[in-house]
């Protein structure tokens, strides 16, 4: 059995990520969702080893020193990471590992895991992106206008991820991301052992 | 309207490459075949243009010189060779083109062609491929050993390739290598513009 894939997605702000990544689980029966570690309290209803992993400071520290955390950084005075052990188990299953990430930590997380892919989810256009983020109703208009905001300084980093996918039909850009997905078992310096296995005596 | 890519796919004697085209460009209207250029003289039926660019020696020579050849052989006393034109001319219009080649020829095309997606076809094992062999019920047994003899000596360059598909069941292998094609339209090198026209005001 092969290794599984380890695929991390970004997208700007109000990207619609979720909705994709949501549609996509339900398709792939093969994929897994990577669980975060955090230093944050449980909140009513949350599972530790499902939601998150709960952990103390102590032991978060520890993670990152033995270098078993993927990519990690502190948010409003909580620490969040990626630890390396169940994705690192799923693979070796053959399972894909999706690891949802900020546009920033993209370029990080190359540089541990070498043999990711890099999705990066891109609006159709920005004035398609504002009518999402106004269609959901729920946000006034200075934060409106501050995702916006943030949105065009998220994507430029595009160019740092393997993929850009357009999220403007949904069934797309999930068949978008699951070809990604097909395309990269078959990459040749993942499959050495298939050729040596063909001619083996 | 993004530039068509240059599909260049190579597969083992017997690898069934010629089926798995066949289907592929029943199924993809905007996929065209690169037409090679040859010395030799048209054989009854053959158009110049579809089936070959029948050109002289100095012809031939010329388009060498000039670079105008992406890559050219030697074959039983006349030279074979693809022209750059055509595909250029196709590729900018955004049609994918084809590319059939010799497996000795697959790590001499990067060099002049590295925005190429180059694919080896690989058989599932070396029994099926002496199986398929044999079903053909056109070769002598000398034929056929002679065939596996160079089939094994054309599978480890299958590393030089940027993807392997493994050609087990046909419409799986078309799948494949259509997945390869749509996820590498996503590529971010391919995509710069993308970002650009994203963010122009």
């Known amino acids: 059995m092969s290794k599984g894939l380890l695929l991390v ?11 994709i990544l949501k549609e996509l689980f339900q398709q792939d029966p093969n994929l897994r969702m990577s669980v975060s570690a955090t230093t944050r309290k449980p909140r009513p209803g949350e599972e530790h080893g499902k939601h998150y992993y709960f952990v103390t400071r102590e032991e978060f520290q520890e993670m990152v020193d ?6 990690y950084a502190e948010y409003v005075g909580n620490c969040y990471g990626t630890p390396k052990g169940p994705v690192e188990r799923w693979r070796a299953d053959g399972l894909d590992v999706v690891l949802e990430i900020e546009v920033q930590g993209g370029a990080q997380i190359k540089c541990v895991a070498p043999d990711c892919v ?3 989810i ?3 256009s920005m004035e398609v992106l504002e009518k999402r983020l106004r269609g959901r109703g729920t946000e006034d208009e200075e934060t409106i206008q501050k995702r916006l905001e943030t949105a065009r300084k998220e994507i430029p980093h595009g160019k740092n991820y393997d993929y850009i ?3 403007d039909r949904l069934e797309d850009a999930v068949a978008d991301v699951r070809a990604i997905l097909r395309s990269e078992k078959m990459k040749s310096e993942r499959n050495a052992e298939l050729i040596e296995k063909l001619l083996a005596p």
Chains 1, 2 share one sequence.
């Open 9 to 19: 997605v970004s997208a700007p702000s109000a990207g619609g990520k979720g909705t």
């Open 122 to 124: 891109a609006p159709p």
């Open 66 to 71: 033995d270098g078993n955390m993927l990519e």
């Open 118 to 120: 890099s999705i990066f």
């Open 165 to 167: 996918v357009v999220n």
